[in-house]
């Protein structure tokens, strides 16, 4: 019982919720940046290098049941191929630069409003003379450089 009751009082600790929610939140993102990439991104440029679809570059690298050569990848799979699917890495890679980048993006919004509350305008300790315009202390009542008299 004592174990239960521990793991209930971890599992509703705020960071642990936390961390629960952006998960799910962090895999709907990886859907929609897979989405981008591989609906979005990835057909212009493939149309730009000569209408290739990245998702279709494969090497064969021993042929299955049904000798090549094959047209998709899927013809590959289904006859049992053994394939190298750089295409589907290559989208894969540019998944990850945008998440990444998104990330990036946020942790530094996030530091920079941390930066923003955590530093405080200090007072100021000093002043400039009004006469010689050098560098005098607050609490002084006679400029250093030229000697003149100093209003509070």
Not at 49 to 78: C, H, I, M, R, W
């Amino acid at each position: 019982m004592a174990m239960i009751k521990e793991f209930r009082e971890f599992a509703v600790r705020g960071n642990v919720v936390d961390m629960a929610v952006g998960i799910i939140i962090g895999g709907a993102f990886g859907t929609i940046v897979k989405s981008l990439v591989a609906d979005v991104i990835m057909p212009p440029i493939g149309m730009l290098l000569g209408n290739v679809d990245f998702s279709e570059l494969f090497l064969v690298l021993n042929s299955g049941s049904t000798p090549g050569p094959y047209v998709t990848l899927a013809e590959a799979q289904k006859a049992g191929a053994v394939t190298i699917n750089y295409g589907l890495f290559i989208n894969s890679v540019i998944s990850f630069l945008i998440v990444a980048f998104a990330v990036f993006l946020l942790i530094r919004a996030v530091n920079k409003m941390k930066r923003a509350e955590e530093a405080p305008a200090a007072e100021p300790t000093t002043r400039d003379c009004p006469y010689c315009f050098s560098t005098v202390s607050l609490k002084a009542t006679r400029c250093p450089q030229c000697t003149s008299e100093l209003s509070p």
